[in-house]
């Protein structure tokens, strides 16, 4: 079982940045492939950037070159540094966590908003 926090969202202008943070408990984090994924208003779900166990990492191409995953384990936390961000940016982003072992095993967060708004 594990329990996932975000936080670091809130309000941004166009061009501007934001990091965002997601700290696991209740299980070991190292096991853990991570993501971020993020939902608008009357939009599916969309993969925005994983990171592997040992540090495999894959963008969705509407933010490669903006924005950066990184995990440590040693804190049990992902983050998703946004730069430049754009209107079309805004969400809510959702941390993610899949069981390398047993890939059944795939926890949620509770999200957090992003708003990009001049």
């Known amino acids: 079982q594990v329990q996932l926090a975000e936080s670091g969202g809130g309000l941004v202008q166009p061009g501007g940045s934001l990091r965002l943070s997601c700290a696991a408990s209740g299980s070991i984090f190292s096991l853990y492939a991570m993501g971020w994924y993020r939902q608008a208003p009357g939009e599916q779900r969309e993969l925005v950037a994983t990171i592997t166990t040992f540090g495999n990492i894959n963008y969705a191409g509407s933010v490669k070159g903006r924005f950066t995953i990184s995990r440590d384990n040693a804190k049990s936390t992902v983050y998703l540094q946004m730069n430049s961000l754009k209107p079309e940016d805004s969400a809510v982003y959702y941390c993610?966590?899949?069981?390398?072992?047993?890939?059944?095993?795939?926890?949620w967060g509770k999200g957090t908003l992003v708003t990009v708004s001049s």
């Open positions: 993610n966590a899949r069981n390398v072992l047993d890939n059944t095993n795939n926890y």
